[in-house]
């Protein structure tokens, strides 16, 4: 049972990636899922988050109108479409699902490395 996040790497400011979450050993559509991100030396926060059936999304100020979360139940995966990066968004990205409360989600992703070069 996990999840794993994936698509990550290097891009310039302005650019795009795609990251996604597939999970294994359990049905991802029964679980809100959600992005978070930690920078060096920084807190981890939350970026982006998106109810079961993906009726209802959440957006973090700082990320607003650039990225996009979604999730394709069929597949068991959930995606974050990051348009316009900025070097603030440099960080390692997770993501998470939860039955209930963010406060303590019941599986986490891996993570995986987002940097963007000005």
């Known amino acids: 049972v996990q999840l794993q996040a994936s698509g990550g790497g290097l891009v310039q400011a302005g650019g795009s990636l795609r990251l996604s979450c597939a999970a294994s050993g359990f049905t991802l559509g029964y679980y809100a899922i959600g992005w978070f991100r930690q920078a060096p030396g920084k807190e981890r926060e939350g970026v982006s988050f998106i109810s079961s059936f993906g009726g209802s999304t959440y957006y973090a100020d700082p990320v607003k109108g650039r990225f996009t979360i979604s999730r394709d139940n069929a597949k068991n995966m959930v995606y974050l479409q990051m348009n316009s990066l900025k070097p603030e968004d440099t960080a390692v990205y997770y993501c998470?699902?939860?039955?209930?409360?963010?406060?303590?989600?019941?599986?986490w992703g891996q993570g995986t490395q987002v940097t963007v070069s000005s």
């Open positions: 998470a699902a939860t039955l209930g409360s963010w406060s303590a989600p019941d599986y």
